[in-house]
């Protein structure tokens, strides 16, 4: 089955830092991906999404990059703010056969930026 | 426009009690999915609606079961509740299932005592 595996938490970076989640996956088709994130208390808010290989999806300074060769959409900001403390999840959308699109999720990876 | 809309926000319930939580679309969308998120992981799919039939379920128990109105909105019902029913429940609409994009509602926080 379908499967995505995100890079184990929590990460502390300073403000300004580089940030990097890693995330790859197991599909067998051509999903869609997605990175959605999750403030305290909130639900999930879409962040960016790629739908084929080499699509780079970008938001509010947020990338990623959809790598068919390496199964991989790894999330990447160049300089992070306090207010991008949230859980990230990574996140495919595959057509199930049965009439939908489902999404499968990896766990999150939660950020806290520190000033 | 609004969001997608969900109702209540927290809810408590005790073991072998039944719950019935509430979903409305994003005005146009007429798909709605459910997810259950457990403390410290990422959503499940539980049950994903369309034009009031069922086109997708996740491996959950019979105890779980919904259903979407002709104004798009939807239920989800849990019976029996169990401790391990405790969760966060997503609700998410996309304009139709075909569409692979879907938007999340703020979600009901459920803890079964």
């Known amino acids: 089955g379908n499967s995505v595996t995100q890079m184990e938490g929590p990460v502390t970076l300073s403000e300004e830092a580089f940030l990097t989640i890693n995330c790859t996956y197991t599909?067998?088709?051509?999903?869609?991906l997605f990175w959605y994130v999750q403030y305290p208390g909130e639900g999930l808010q879409l962040l960016l999404k790629?739908?084929?290989?080499?699509d780079k999806g970008s938001n509010k300074g947020f990338e990623a990059t959809y790598r068919k060769e390496t199964t991989s959409f790894h999330l990447e900001k160049g300089s992070v703010q306090v207010s991008d403390s949230a859980v990230y999840f990574c996140?495919?959308?595959?057509?199930?056969?049965?009439?939908?699109?489902?999404?499968?999720f990896g766990k999150g990876t939660k950020l806290s930026v520190i000033p | 426009d609004a969001g997608v809309t969900q109702s209540p926000t927290h809810l408590i319930k005790t073991r072998g009690q039944h719950v019935t939580l509430r979903c409305s679309p994003i005005?146009?969308?007429?798909?709605v999915s459910w997810y259950q998120q457990v403390l410290g992981q990422g959503p499940q799919f539980i049950f994903q609606?369309?034009?009031?039939?069922?086109?997708g379920r996740g491996n959950f128990p019979d105890r779980f079961s919904a259903r979407q109105f002709p104004n798009y909105s939807s239920e989800l019902n849990v019976n029996a509740l169990l401790l391990g029913d405790s969760a966060l429940y997503l609700c998410?609409?996309?304009?139709?299932?075909?569409?692979?994009?879907?938007?999340f509602g703020p979600g009901t926080r459920l803890t079964v005592l």
């Open positions: 998410a609409s996309s304009i139709e299932p075909s569409t692979d994009t879907q938007y």
């Open positions: 599909a067998t088709g051509y999903p869609s």
């Open positions: 790629a739908t084929k290989a080499d």
């Open positions: 996140a495919l959308s595959e057509w199930s056969g049965a009439g939908s699109y489902q999404l499968t």
């Open positions: 005005s146009g969308h007429k798909s």
């Open positions: 609606y369309y034009e009031k039939e069922e086109r």
